[in-house]
Structures are given as structure tokens and as C-alpha cells.
């Protein structure tokens, strides 16, 4: 099993800006593509962005422009820069890695992080 620990949440003004950290553990893997979903009080968890295993992007529309997320392949490590944060952007954000067990692909399996929380006030 791999295991995702969030760090980097916290408290910041609007037009601020906080940098999301999440490292996978465990042993015997091999991650396809790692991302961030949040999910704001009431409503759906959302995915926020997301980077392949050869580094491709994409994001959602509210945070293209504003958000970017990068990969260390070799730490197994996922990062979501965040500038120019709105009140709307609170939510808690969650890691997730797709993953599969051994060196050779056998199916994919998701993990899910435990969840930081960003607030952003007005």
C-alpha cells in the first residue's frame, strides 16, 4: 500500500500565496500520476490539478494561471504551488496517487492523503 502525508496547509489573506507538499511512502511501487482535489464545505470533491508521469499537466479552470503543480519522480513527491489565493479557494485539499504494485503494471490503485486544510480570508 502507499501512503500519502500532506503538508503546507494553512491560513493566508487573499492574493496570498501557500505551496501544498505530499510524499508517498511505502514499498515495492510505481506511481503513474499524482494530483490534488479539494473539497469545499457542501460541496463535491473537486480535482484541482493533476501530473503525469511524464510531467504533463492539467488544471482546473478556476486555478489555471494561478496554481502549478510539479513532481520530484525521484522522491516520489507531489507539490501544488498557490498564488494569487481567493476566499474561494478555501477547502481542504487532498493528495491522490495512482499507483501499481511491483515494476510491472498489474492495474492501477488509487491512495488517498488525510486531507490539509487552506482558508483564505477576504
Known amino acids: 500500500q502507499v501512503q500519502l502525508e500532506e503538508s503546507g496547509g494553512g491560513l493566508v489573506q487573499a492574493g496570498g500565496s501557500l505551496r501544498l507538499s505530499c510524499a508517498a511512502s511505502?514499498?515495492?511501487?510505481?506511481?503513474?500520476?499524482m494530483s490534488w482535489y479539494r473539497q469545499a464545505p457542501g460541496k463535491q470533491r473537486e480535482l484541482v490539478a493533476v501530473?503525469?508521469?511524464?510531467?504533463?499537466?492539467n488544471y482546473a479552470d478556476s486555478v489555471k494561471g494561478r496554481f502549478t503543480i510539479s513532481r520530484d519522480n525521484a522522491k516520489n513527491t507531489v507539490n501544488l504551488q498557490m498564488n494569487s489565493l481567493k476566499p474561494e479557494d478555501t477547502a481542504v485539499y487532498y493528495c491522490?496517487?495512482?499507483?501499481?504494485?511491483?515494476?510491472?503494471?498489474?492495474?492501477?490503485?488509487?491512495?488517498w492523503g488525510q486531507g490539509t486544510q487552506v482558508t483564505v480570508s477576504s
Open positions: 501530473i503525469g508521469s511524464g510531467s504533463t499537466t
Open positions: 491522490n496517487a495512482q499507483w501499481y504494485k511491483g515494476p510491472y503494471y498489474s492495474g492501477t490503485l488509487r491512495s
Open positions: 511505502g514499498s515495492d511501487f510505481s506511481i503513474l500520476a
